[in-house]
């Protein structure tokens, strides 16, 4: 593996990709938030917002995949008793159904069910580490951030969705602990198009205040040389 850092197109300057440092954390690509007929739909989302991420995804875990590096998944949920749900999630929003309940595919949000699970255009390789998390940040009462300090990771590349729910708080996490975040626009996505907007400039602003924000042809063409 090339270990030379390549300065790629970002802002709100170029972000220094190290690969040998650097991990793909793709945030809960999951079929309940995702897929029409799932849950995010149910409660009346656009999912097509989320689906033009999709592809993207794709040709990005395919670059990663190919060069070698280490990739990882997220998928928000709960245990099947919710004794990891805190009682002010579970009634927020005044939903008829909330998470635990059943739903279009399986009980919502529980680990274990198909609605929860990875949509199969991303779906993990055995040996990529996939992350259950139980809140919106993927280092909340996760293993993640000792498993990326073990693997020597300084970098993470963070797609997924939403972006200024998932992302944002993983971004935010993962920058207090000391990660420089690399955020590929076109491969997070937000039901609401403003969301979309004001999430990526809120991670960029102030001098990269929470890290950069690019695209993924840029690290896809970095990649093609390692
Ligand atoms: N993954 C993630 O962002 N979970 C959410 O609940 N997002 C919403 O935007 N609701």
Partial sequence: MNTKAIE???????????????????IDMQ?????????????????????????????????WREAGLLAMHTREG???DLADLPPCKKIRG?????????????????????????ISELYPLPGEPVIDKPGKGAFWATDLHA????????????????TEVCVNTTVREANDRGYDCYVPEDCVGSYYPEFQ??????????????????????????????
């Fill in 197 to 226: 907007d004001y999430g990526l400039r809120m991670i960029k602003a102030q001098g990269g205040i929470f890290g950069w924000v690019g695209r993924s042809d840029s690290l896809i063409a970095a990649l093609k040389p390692i």
């Fill in 94 to 118: 005044r939903a008829a159904q909330s998470i635990g309940d059943s739903g279009p595919m399986g009980r919502i949000l529980i680990r274990g069910e198909a609605g929860q699970d990875i």
């Fill in 8 to 26: 790629i197109a970002a802002e709100p300057y170029p972000f220094l990709f190290d690969p040998a440092v650097c991990a793909l954390l793709i």
């Fill in 78 to 80: 709960h245990r099947a």
């Fill in 31 to 63: 079929r309940d938030f995702l897929e029409p007929g799932g849950f995010g739909e149910m409660l009346g989302n656009d999912v097509s917002q989320l689906r033009r991420t999709i592809e993207p995804n794709r040709r990005l875990l395919a670059a």
């Fill in 147 to 162: 498993i990326l300090q073990h693997k020597g990771i300084r970098q993470l590349v963070v797609t997924g969705v939403t």
